[in-house]
């Protein structure tokens, strides 16, 4: 049937954007989760068996929701393979850069992924950038400068590390862009299910042999890791990400080094600095701004009119 939509869909905009914040928080405490497995050098390991854990936390929702279906790739095998192989590349980057350089230096770099997103949505997604967006970019990328900067510690910075961080950047920003684009035609569960499988299949020959080596405390995390930061959350923000401008899903994303910064304290004994708490006061003002600005019903569509029309099909299974 022919519908006409809009992004972000109205009714349903503010339970939308409070779904989108929902993963960042949770992602928070993979820093600890990371560090809680010891396998610092041995990246390829713990990516593979969270990717295992990720799949059968999708596979088992879909089977006892009997939405066998979604195991199908529904003609977006090369989209699909593309996010896992991204997934799998992103992770490796971002926990060898966690290694090779200050946290605070790895972390912005990291989130300077929301710029490309900002830059480059309009030109592979057809989506306009509205006004505050950039304001909103500004002060959460000026709170993570900041929240960064707390935390730089006293090491040195290496080219190898600074390649990886921004390759991490890279990396998580397509995956973004591509994962926006798979939720036009795509359940969250055949999303969820099948950048986890391809990310375990190509991490796996690296991965199974040094499988000795993950201790018990190792894998309660590892399982931790891969059922509710990359089952539960993903599912969620997959979810989400269909009713939410990819711009303003990556914005939102700052949110979880605020969040990290709280299960750091909490699970690590890691107190906070006044760097820390002003960044994060930035992040949440930015994101506060943001939110206001799409739920006040003030923001102009950011579809084109010859962009309304589509043809919208039956409801498919996932999507409600």
Sequence with gaps: MKAKISEPRQGSTSLDYALVCVAPIIWGVSGVLVRWTHLA?????????????????????????RRRIEFKSKGEAPLLITSGLLAAAFALCVFKAYNLLPIGV???????????????????????????????????LAGTAVLSWGQMGGGSSSAKGLALAFSSAVFWGLLMLIWKKLRE?????????????????????FAIPLTWIVTPKGWAAIAVFGTVSFGVAGLIYFYALKRVKAQDAALLSYIEPVSAMIFGFALLGESPNWQDLVGAVLILAAGALLLRMRTSGKEVPVIPPDALEIDDGPLQSGDA
Excluded at 121 to 126: E, G, I, R, V
Aim: glycine share 4%; hydrophobic share 60%; net charge neutral.
């Design 41 to 65: 050098g041995h990246e390829q390991v713990l990516i593979f068996y969270r990717s295992c854990f990720a799949v059968a936390f999708y596979s088992i929702v879909m089977l006892a929701t």
């Design 106 to 140: 790895a972390t912005f770099i990291l989130y300077l992924f929301p710029v490309l997103v900002a830059v480059m949505a309009p030109l592979l997604l057809n989506e306009k950038t509205e006004r505050g967006t950039f304001l909103c970019l500004a002060i959460a």
């Design 185 to 205: 035609t795509l359940s969250p569960l055949t999303i969820g299910f099948w950048t986890n499988t391809v990310a375990a299949v190509v991490t796996a020959g």
